[in-house]
């Protein structure tokens, strides 16, 4: 079992930068694939980032690709998202979540265990 809970949403405008942090509990952290998602207003959940168990391996969507960096202390059971370059279309409510298959990481059904969710607001 594990719990996630994010942290670190707000409002910023655009080309500015916010991080997003996500804390687990669970002694088996270490052994999730961990993915960030995010939903706009009328839209399905969609893949931002993902990272391996171990850390070595990121995964990003082709929308945030060189503006997102996805990051993991396992020591600490965090996993962060560092956005930068923010733009309006980025606007969503992001969810941490925790994939114990460690497969198909892009996709929502392959993930066990999610956060509430952070609102994340890019003014233009």
């Known amino acids: 079992q594990v719990q996630l809970v994010e942290s670190g949403g707000g409002l910023v405008q655009a080309g500015g930068s916010l991080r997003l942090s996500c804390a687990a509990s669970?002694?088996?952290?270490?052994?999730?694939?961990m993915g960030w998602f995010r939903q706009a207003p009328g839209k399905e959940r969609e893949f931002v980032a993902a990272?391996?168990?171990?850390?070595?391996?990121?995964y990003y969507a082709d929308s945030v690709k060189g503006r997102f960096t996805i990051s993991r202390d396992n020591a600490k059971n965090t996993v962060s998202l560092q956005m930068n370059s923010l733009k309006p279309e980025d606007t969503a409510v992001y969810y941490c979540?925790?994939?114990?298959?460690?497969?198909?990481?892009?996709?929502?059904?392959?993930?066990?265990?999610w956060g509430q969710g952070t609102q994340v607001t890019v003014s233009s």
């Open positions: 990272i391996s168990w171990s850390g070595d391996t990121t």
């Open positions: 979540a925790a994939n114990g298959a460690q497969k198909r990481l892009w996709a929502v059904l392959e993930y066990d265990y």
């Open positions: 669970g002694r088996t952290f270490s052994s999730y694939c």
